[in-house]
């Protein structure tokens, strides 16, 4: 029985990409005549949506990462490769990864989106986005080191530029990165410094549209809004920025401009799909809409291929109701389990009807004790939203060690208010203990230095 | 009566150096008539003893640092800057950082100790040593990357190359190192590869002296000795180090040279003095031994500046035995502590007898389970020292919320085996979630890719 088993060939699925869509396609696709190859340029999965806690603070790097090859470790059918693919042969049923040739007989793509500046890629250096672990790293340290330069600078008016802070784009990681820079300031570091009051710290978030939140219920914009005043934050709707240089972020609202003195500038606003999307339409004749989405078919797979599937924030899927679905984590999820059942039915001859997403409702949070939620059939705001957010990422971060650990540190960091990773740190700071032929410690923020400044 | 106190001037003590020296320093001049001034290049206290477990996976930056500003926020005779020292002018009293002028009536100096190459300054870039946070992440980048090398190599013998881990240096750094590698390797990673046996790694410690742990008791050494090879260490003592190229480690013992083929070479054989050190010397015309530390008085002050003080690794403060005291926590610690009453005593018109190191004796970690505790009067080894080791190192991080949650992880990590922050991070991956232009995804390890071995 045994070798007639292993004597059939199994079926190989390469997945590209172990965030969420990736993951759950290979978690579900557990079989003994499936052989699953995962392929990520990182070696963990992240749980980007509390990348944002990185950022601020309050968890560290490996708090929301998880090994992908732990996670996958008792999955005897699944291999794990450290690579980057660029492009594929759908007609030789190939995956190109770093000068190697993968081949498949199904394959999900699932390589998500990165920050889009709108065309104005030079902005990123001054307005960087929030994406990877590096990015969270960059955020915070910029964060932190603006306080640091406003506690040397002795100009009152370089010292606000360097207490203000605009974060650009109202959506849920704008509004969760704006009420914890508010937190940061009025209250885990308000005993920290000599010179500056950092209750004098001014948050401003930018909006182009008229509310906070579009994707949620016009009455949750609302409420979110309030919540955000009261935590300090100013926020500023139908607001376009219109130029970042260093500094200075220029705004219009109602066709009139405005210069905003701003020393830290970040970027919440829109995404586009990770270019493996664009390379795989150009080769098996695809579209992609304007964010450079594949759009895919009504069972995920890429037409004319049906081996191809596309998931998550790669993939443009408009056959529900005409809009294509949101980029958030539930709907990859949803849509790597959804392709994982398409292909074994398929190997039992059977098909499954079209993928439909079961949206069970979105929630963001705001500061301590401050959420909103949306269920569909209840909305609500508040302390209990903020219980109800909390237990649903605890519920969803994958390994149970970042499970347990994550929800003591937030208990910790509820209680004590205290934000234990705040620390600047990278590459640009010396490696040995001491540099030497630097003038300075660390690389001035966007070219310019905080020694020239306060000197 | 207060403003008869607020119209003398408060004596203004700068402490340069957050380690833990100063940070004791610091912590020990709480008094309504000193005003005290820490200076360091970082925003955080580093717990070097816990670094190496930063190095392999177990713990996050975070959790071996201490925000300087919240650790000393509620003393409020205490300012934090954040910058880089270069130089004094004892005449004039003033301290230079970053162009700006600082001036103090008492100075404490404890800028610590870095790695020493012992002249063969490249050699850092293929052996780094562990002193920062950054070190520390890029060992932990080399270690896991190695694996993920030996997975794609097909060439047995590279293979082999990538699985070699040789730790130069046989003190508590490279025993730590080594014991964690090998648990790493033969325990947490077992199950996570399709390719390579993890159990075939081998880890080698070189020592130049005839037994490893030279400061502990022989029989120590010996059974320290003993429980390394347990867990799977090669160790070879009386073993000369006298090359390091990319892939080959040259060693000499009894004469005879021998080349060892190994991918990842860490460094853990000596420290040098930071550079203020030598700065210093100069301008006061004292002098320094050959590690660059600076040669103190009895009471740790500077020959001809009573004002200036030197202490922790930064100093030679041989009074004692005649040898100089070792570079450890505890030593910095007293000495810090020793200086803080000396400057209050003064300012009382009163002395203190001179310094005197009170050594409690000495551990060092090897494992999971096992560790050697020397305290003079006992001498214990296996899981009780082990405890005891565990015991210790919390007690003495600074915060309390490290200290629960670093308890907690090592619980978690104790019964899982698991290592939560396996992540390869750091600024030569992408910021963004896409690198277009890099053919590879990582920067190659010394100049050669593991897409070309495995090609």
Chains 1, 2 share one sequence.
């Not at 139908?238 to 066709?255: A, H, P, R």
């Not at 924030?313 to 949803?334: R, T």
Request: proline residues 4%; contains cysteine.
């Amino acid at each position: 029985m045994k070798n007639a088993v292993s004597n059939q060939p199994s079926h190989q699925v390469v997945i590209v990409g172990g965030g969420f869509g990736g993951l759950y396609a290979a978690k579900s696709l557990s079989s003994n005549n499936i052989q699953v190859t995962l392929i990520d340029k990182r070696n963990f999965h992240l749980f980007q949506p509390l990348l944002y806690q990185v950022a601020t603070g309050t968890l560290s790097p490996a708090d929301v990462s998880s090994p992908l090859r732990s996670v996958l470790s008792k999955r005897k059918n699944t291999k794990v490769l450290l690579g980057h693919v660029k492009n594929i042969d759908p007609e030789a049923q190939l995956v190109f990864m770093d000068g190697e040739e993968i081949s498949y007989d199904t394959l999900i793509v699932a390589t998500g989106a990165k920050h889009s500046y709108f065309g104005k890629d030079d902005w990123e250096k001054t307005a960087p986005g929030l994406k990877t672990v590096e990015d969270a790293i960059e955020m915070r340290r910029r964060i932190i080191m603006a306080f640091e330069a406003a506690e040397k600078e002795t100009d009152l008016e370089k010292r606000r530029a360097w207490l203000t802070f605009v974060v650009v784009g109202g959506g849920p990681t704008g509004v969760e990165l704006a009420g914890a820079i508010t937190e940061l300031a009025y209250h885990t570091m308000k005993e920290d410094f000599r010179n500056i009051d950092t209750s004098q710290t001014q948050v401003l978030l930018l909006e182009g549209l008229d509310r906070i939140l579009p994707p949620f219920a016009p009455e949750l914009s609302k409420e979110a809004e309030a919540s955000l005043k009261r935590l300090g934050v100013t926020i500023q709707t139908n607001t376009l920025v219109t130029n970042i240089e260093d500094g200075i972020v220029t705004v219009k609202q109602d066709s009139q401009e405005t210069k905003i003195a701003a020393k830290t500038v970040l970027w919440a606003a829109g995404v586009k799909a990770s270019s493996l999307g664009k390379a795989i339409a150009e080769c098996t004749n695809t579209e992609c809409d304007r964010a450079g989405r594949v759009i895919v078919e009504p069972d995920l797979s890429v037409k004319g291929y049906p081996n191809i599937f596309v998931i998550g924030d790669l993939a443009h899927f408009a056959h529900q109701n005409g809009k294509p679905l949101p980029g958030v984590a539930p709907v990859a999820m949803q849509q790597g389990q959804y392709v994982a059942s398409v292909i074994k039915q398929r190997m039992n001859g059977k098909t499954l009807p079209q993928f439909s997403y079961a949206d069970r409702g979105s929630l963001a949070v705001i500061g301590q004790n401050a959420a909103v939620v949306d269920l569909g059939f209840i909305k609500f705001t508040g302390f209990v939203a903020w219980l109800f957010w909390l237990l649903v990422h605890i519920y969803f971060l994958i390994e149970f060690d970042n499970k347990l650990l994550v929800m003591l540190q937030w208990g910790w960091h509820y209680f004590t208010r205290s934000r234990r990773a705040r620390l600047i740190t990278g590459e640009e700071l010396a490696r040995t203990s001491e540099v030497d032929e630097k003038s300075n410690f660390y690389t001035p923020v966007n070219g310019e230095s905080i020694a020239k400044l306060s000197s």
